[in-house]
């Protein structure tokens, strides 16, 4: 397996790439944001689709899309928690904007037709060159080192807003700063495993882990170390069975550990995130 | 696509325009599946919104495109998957609201939840070969080539959920509103979300066989947002609602006709368009209010 080149490039970025959601992933399940995480993934897929029916390059639209969206998001949500309804009517639009710009892009070009738009949506791990590989890997130690800077004042924000606020942490920039983390990382993520599957990225190993246990730090590893893990055992398990396709394996993977934690716990106390109410 | 070519462009003469829009089957078709489509997401939409489940909504949305691709790979008929997964995707956000009580463990479920179903879809597709064209039709839909025999189906679910959701409108409404005081009263919070979760199914289903797994959120979310943003009355609301999804289906389609760009993109584009403008003009009436208020005290 270690033999292929595109196998190694695969679980090089894949590695990173697991880190990286599994870290985001632990806070955005603590913050309740999944659906913001579900309206960044379909932003990633119109972005790409946009810069590419422009004629630019696709990553670079991919990254401002989500990055942008993200800071929206935050600026929407922030009036009134939990407005998932405006992030609702906000992503519906943009889907219907990557319609737009998938039926250009299909017609434009002859030779591309749908196949772009497919990769973009459920991603082409095995096709990452080591150009990709090495920008998705400098991407994921960034965020990962930027995230893991603002845990802590992150995590009391996140945890009790008020209190954190009287006692001086800035909680409604760090709410920005994170949401435009997460759109970075959606955007690399996007890359590996598609943009409709990354969400399974962030919210299962990051479920799992707040399930297991309640401790924050402990549960930041737990949900990298779950990621990382879907990540390999779906390129083993695809490499294994050619006809099933990578990101479905991972994302399946992913899926599978939350539901064995789900079992397990079921009745015992309550996550972290019971604070939030 | 080679329908389209057919059309004789738009004139000045909006009657006769009106009147070649629906001279072609295909196009009277899609306008009554339109039509029927608008006004059970127009209703269960408004519900929706209300009670905060638009993740719950999208979700069961993603899950009909998994449950077309089931279909196709095991020779039956599209309509059973969708209908088939919508129902068991239903259920599964019943329990997952039913066991989780923290509103981010809530949230996490349903992510998990989702990107199964868009896994599962992908599976699918990839196990069988050769749906790859069809996966855009599958996930965006198509308005064009819509038969009777659908739209019939169409209106009988439209009919039942429609008709269900009017049966249980003022309990629905009460558990939506304050789910303890509608408990402590006797109404049956748990069996009424579940109820209410799977006449959303059976209305994804129906839908998303007509605009694609995709775009049925836009139909749900935008005009019953735009509705509630309007007035918080619940009978004006979900015929707001109705009215909205109406006139943007209505428009988009004839749009679509006229030109070469999909019927997706109007739709959304028409109702977004419609929500920002409420939205800031319900701000800027609201900003009028609070500085005009205190001069007319003055005087």
């Known amino acids: ?277 | 696509m080679a329908e389209l070519t057919v059309a004789q462009g738009l004139t000045w003469n909006l009657w006769s325009d009106v009147q070649e829009l629906f001279s072609y089957p295909f196009m009277v078709n899609a306008m009554e599946a339109g039509t029927i489509v608008a006004v059970m997401a127009g209703v269960t939409g408004w519900f929706m919104v209300l009670r905060r489940q638009a993740f719950a909504g999208h979700t069961l949305s993603v899950i009909a495109f998994p449950g077309a691709a089931a279909a196709t790979l095991a020779g039956l008929p599209v309509a059973v998957g969708y209908f088939a997964f919508c129902g068991l995707g239903a259920l599964s956000l019943a329990g997952i609201s039913g066991s989780n009580r923290s509103h981010s463990a809530e949230s996490a479920a349903i992510g998990s939840l989702q990107a199964l179903a868009l896994a599962l879809g992908f599976l699918f597709v990839g196990l069988y070969h050769g749906l790859l064209t069809g996966l855009d039709s599958l996930l965006f839909g198509t308005f064009l080539g819509i038969t009777r025999d659908q739209v019939l189906v169409l209106l009988v679910v439209a009919a039942v959920a429609v008709l269900l959701v009017a049966i249980a409108a003022r309990p629905l409404y009460f558990a939506s509103v304050d789910a303890d005081v509608a408990r402590a009263g006797g109404v049956p919070v748990r069996l009424l979300g579940l109820g209410f979760l799977l006449v959303l199914g059976l209305s994804v289903a129906a839908t998303s066989q007509i605009t694609g797994a995709v775009l049925v959120f836009a139909l749900l979310v935008t005009p019953a947002a735009t509705a509630h943003q309007i007035t918080s009355r619940p009978v004006l609301g979900v015929a707001l609602s109705v009215a909205i999804a109406l006139a943007v289906t209505w428009l988009g389609l004839a749009l679509a006709y006229y030109s070469v760009y999909p019927v997706g993109f109007y739709v959304t584009s028409l109702a977004f368009g419609l929500y920002l403008a409420v939205r800031i003009t319900r701000v800027a009436v609201r900003r009028r209010r609070a500085t005009g208020l205190p001069a007319a005290a003055a005087a």
């Open chain 1, 1 to 277: 397996m270690f033999a292929h080149e595109f196998m190694r490039n695969a679980l090089l970025a894949g590695t990173f790439v697991g880190v990286a959601c599994g870290l985001v992933g632990y806070f955005v399940v603590l913050r309740a944001q999944v659906f913001a995480g579900d309206a960044l993934s379909h932003l990633a897929f119109t972005g790409a689709l946009g810069a590419a029916v422009l004629g630019l390059d696709i990553v670079a639209g991919l990254f401002f899309a989500t990055i942008v969206g993200g800071i929206v998001i935050g600026a929407l949500g922030d009036r009134a928690r939990a407005d998932d309804v405006a992030i609702g009517t906000f992503f519906a639009w943009t889907l219907g904007l990557g319609v737009l710009f998938l039926s250009i892009f299909t017609t434009s070009s002859s030779a591309g037709n749908g196949t772009a738009g497919v990769r973009v949506l459920f991603g082409s791990i095995l096709g990452l060159s080591g150009a990709d590989v090495r920008t998705s890997v400098s991407i994921a130690i960034l965020t990962s080192v930027a995230l893991l800077t603002i845990a802590r004042p992150l995590l009391f924000a996140s945890l009790d807003g008020g209190v954190a606020a009287a006692q001086g942490v800035p909680v409604r920039a760090l709410g920005l700063g994170f949401l435009a983390l997460l759109g970075l990382v959606a955007a690399e993520a996007s890359q590996a495993v598609g943009a409709l599957l990354l969400l399974g990225l962030l919210a299962a190993p990051a479920g799992a882990a707040h399930r297991i246990t309640s401790n924050p730090y402990r549960g930041l590893l737990l949900s990298a170390v779950l990621a990382v893990a879907s990540v390999w055992i779906g390129l083993t398990l695809s490499y294994a069975f050619p006809t099933l396709p990578p990101s479905s394996m991972i994302i399946a993977t992913a899926v599978a550990a939350y539901v064995l934690a789900f079992a397990a716990t079921v009745g015992r106390r309550r996550p972290v995130g019971h604070y939030l109410g």
